[in-house]
């Protein structure tokens, strides 16, 4: 699987960015993906995951302001974020995570994207 992220940038407080993930390869039908950022000296945190029907888990710090979205003819996530704040810069990372079902049970594989930086400023 590869993860292209496409649509970061400087941006001033207040203002709005999309972020866009293509993704290609083996992406099973049950997979997630989502969004995760990482600022300089610290860890890589959720900002919001989907399901491949839909359903959603925002991270508190960006609920009201950021939405994600999915084309899933296309293997495509987006990101709109709206209202940005100093504190949402980071590196953002696309990722994908097939969920694999054997006999034995299901098993999680997850996949990165190399990152796009977002940074907003005061």
């Known amino acids: 699987v590869q993860l292209v992220e496409s649509g970061g940038g400087l941006v001033q407080a207040g203002g709005s960015l999309r972020l866009s993930c293509a993704a290609s390869?083996?992406?099973?039908?049950?997979?997630?993906m989502g969004w995760y950022r990482q600022a300089p000296g610290k860890q890589r945190e959720l900002v919001v995951t989907i399901t491949s029907v839909g359903n959603t888990n925002y991270a508190n710090s960006v609920k009201g302001r950021f939405t994600i979205s999915r084309d899933n003819a296309k293997n495509m996530v987006y990101l709109q974020m709206t209202n940005l704040e100093p504190e949402d810069t980071a590196a953002y990372y696309c990722?994908?995570?097939?969920?694999?079902?054997?006999?034995?049970?299901?098993?999680?594989?997850?996949?990165w994207g190399q990152g796009t930086q977002v940074t907003v400023s005061s």
């Open positions: 390869g083996s992406i099973l039908n049950n997979n997630r």
């Open positions: 990722n994908l995570r097939n969920y694999v079902t054997t006999i034995e049970g299901t098993n999680a594989l997850d996949y």
